[in-house]
């Protein structure tokens, strides 16, 4: 067999497989949520999305995340699933007034530390939200940390106004 006919027998047989692997999958989610695919030692919970007001607006992702390493890590970017972009942004007084800022170079986690991404402070604000995303529904996002590891986990959507550990603190 010379290597023409080689190639050939390959891709017919890697095209055999790729059908073979869609059929079937057509009820399939199109994008699953990670669980939490972090590196070694970094964990993230209590994802949630405060969506905006007004449809167009951005909205906000808030969470926490424990570094359990020995090093400190930076998060340099973050990106959400049904959403057109998003960046870490923090609230700062300027002038006297609370106003929102991009934070430039990424948000530093200490060893053996945990830091809250929380309204009033550091957060991730998300920009053109899909019209498909309802309150109730979860999402993905994904933290970029310097290096380039990356950290999946689900964040929840709620509607404006609402700020789930309050009604955490209720029931406790």
């Not at 699933?81 to 609370?98: I, P, Q």
Request: aromatic residues 6%; proline residues 6%; contains cysteine.
């Amino acid at each position: 067999m010379n290597s023409k006919q080689v190639f050939s027998a390959l891709t017919v047989s890697l095209s055999a497989l790729a059908l073979a692997a869609c059929d079937g999958e057509a009820d399939a989610p199109v994008e699953e949520i990670a669980a939490g695919d972090c590196p070694p030692g970094i964990t993230v919970e209590n994802g949630w999305l405060a969506m905006p007001a007004v449809a167009g607006n951005p909205a906000a992702a808030y969470f926490t995340i424990t570094n359990g390493t020995d090093r400190t890590i930076y998060v340099r970017a973050a990106n959400m699933v049904g959403s057109e972009s998003a960046t870490l942004h923090m609230t700062v007084e300027y002038d006297f007034e609370m106003q929102m800022q991009e934070v430039a170079g990424g948000v530093t986690v200490e060893p053996e530390a945990t830091f809250e991404f929380e309204p009033g402070g550091t957060h991730v604000m998300v920009m053109g939200l899909s019209e498909e995303m309802e309150a109730g529904a979860e999402s993905e996002l994904t933290l970029t940390f310097a290096g380039g590891d990356k950290c999946s986990f689900p964040v929840t959507l709620y509607p404006a106004g609402t700020d789930p550990r309050e009604s955490e603190a209720e029931e406790g």
